[in-house]
């Protein structure tokens, strides 16, 4: 593990004089978040009920699970919930690591990632078979090389599970789901870097083709498509036969999206995120949330605009891996020195969009981390500042607003609840005290 040993750099004085404005701790109203459903596993069994390619199998077939790296709701029991299925019709599950490069692309490490996540023989009755090695299915219309992973090629059929979601970095019609994992999970270590070498048209060009490629050639049978609602429960699981992955996900997106919670200001001149993380977003930060996505040659969203972006620190389920820590503007000494550096940039030179592994300045402590945000975000001396604060970009039913953001809120209608303005609390060492 590589790590990073960071001078506590003095700050300027008219730095650490910048006086942190009072906050209002606000509630927002409920949203349409997704009614979770009542059993992962009755609902896998009934999805799985309608496949027509499974239910044809002769008795004994070999059907390879794929599980990606992501933590999911109910992950486990769908897995297990499908292992069992299979099992009861006479076949024989096994589970497939399908995340790219993540495991530190070895398959000792993709079959830890699965166990860390709940997912193995013992959890879900079926053996893991991981492994690097990939068939060659031919070439995309721009000489890209299609990768599968061999152990999954070999089977009798493939039983795809995985989450639906939108991408951590643009919008397309098709993002993160199924399609990717056949394309970038299933395709490994070279399938990562082959999808990812040609940056966003690698992305938006070459994926859906990769997975077009790889829906001719192997035999999938199946794919469990999961949905998550606001608050990281599963709020549904579709089955859907091979011929309908692309037309079936883009619906699901929609919904998926539908449920995302967002900061409702069109501007800020601060935003100070507490955690980021990989089990947050895969690039620790939702850009939705941020407004930033700093793609070379990919216009940011309109909106939000962000003039400074702190964050202060980096979740344990990262394991050292702050990518996109590059697109925020401060941070601190403590994340940067928790970070691992080989991880970090194993993921960015995987991913080509190595700015979002960049260092942004690194402060002594969350304090001035936040005090050096507001001293450098483009305001007129005395002009209120629009600053807000959160737990993270997943939890945005409570955060810290500034007043002039509070009354944007009462104008609107926008909360359901405020408490009076109060200094953000600091321990003795300068970190926030856990407001949230």
Not at 85 to 95: A, D, N, S, T, Y
Not at 143 to 167: M, P, T, Y
Not at 293 to 322: C, M, Q, W, Y
Request: hydrophobic share 45%; aromatic share 6%.
């Amino acid at each position: 593990m590589s790590k990073l040993i960071v001078p506590s750099v003095g700050i300027p004085s008219w730095v650490r004089e910048t006086d942190i404005p009072p906050l209002h701790m606000v509630r927002m109203p409920e949203k349409d978040e997704g009614q979770p459903v009542d059993s992962a596993a009755e609902a896998t069994v009934t999805a799985l009920g309608r496949s027509c390619r499974l239910a044809s199998l002769p008795e004994g077939a070999s059907v390879a699970v794929t599980v990606g790296s992501r933590g999911i709701a109910g992950l486990t029991e769908t897995v297990a919930a499908a292992v069992n299925w299979l099992k009861q019709r006479g076949f024989k599950p096994f589970i497939v690591p399908a995340m790219g490069s993540h495991g530190g692309a070895t398959a000792e490490g993709q079959a830890g990632v699965l166990e860390a996540l709940g997912v193995s023989q013992a959890t879900v009755g079926a053996p893991i078979r991981a492994t690097m090695e990939t068939v060659d299915y031919g070439v995309t219309s721009q000489g890209i090389r299609s990768h599968f992973d061999a152990a999954a090629a070999k089977a009798d059929a493939i039983l795809l599970i995985n989450r639906v979601k939108s991408h951590t970095s643009f919008e397309r019609p098709v993002e993160s789901g199924l399609i990717k994992m056949l394309a970038v999970g299933l395709g490994k270590a070279e399938g990562a870097r082959n999808v990812h070498r040609l940056g966003v048209r690698g992305l938006a060009e070459v994926l859906p083709e990769l997975a077009a490629i790889a829906l001719k050639n192997a035999p999938v049978a199946y794919g469990l498509a999961l949905v998550e609602n606001r608050n990281k429960q599963l709020a549904s699981i579709d089955g859907i036969e091979p011929e309908d992955f692309f037309m079936v996900e883009e619906r699901l997106l929609k919904q998926a999206k539908s449920h995302l919670a967002l900061l409702p200001f069109n501007q800020l001149d601060v935003l100070v995120v507490t955690w980021m993380g990989k089990n947050i977003s895969g690039i620790g930060m939702d850009y939705a949330v941020t407004g930033r996505t700093d793609i070379r040659g990919l216009a940011n969203p309109a909106t939000p605009f962000v003039t400074k972006l702190a964050v202060l620190r980096l979740t344990p389920e990262s394991h050292g891996n702050a990518m996109g820590l590059g697109l925020a503007d401060f941070t601190t000494k403590a994340l940067v020195e928790s970070l691992d550096l080989t991880t970090l940039y194993t993921n960015a030179m995987t991913s080509t969009f190595v700015e979002k592994g960049k260092l942004p300045l690194a402060l002594p402590t969350e304090r001035e981390a936040i005090q050096a945000a507001l001293a450098t975000c483009w305001r007129r001396e005395g002009e209120p500042v629009r600053m807000a604060v959160i737990r993270s970009t997943l939890a945005l039913d409570r955060f810290l607003v500034s007043e002039p953001l509070a009354q944007e809120l009462i104008e609107r209608g926008f909360i359901t609840e405020m408490e009076p303005a109060a200094p953000l609390p600091f321990t003795e060492k300068g970190d926030l005290a856990d407001v949230f």
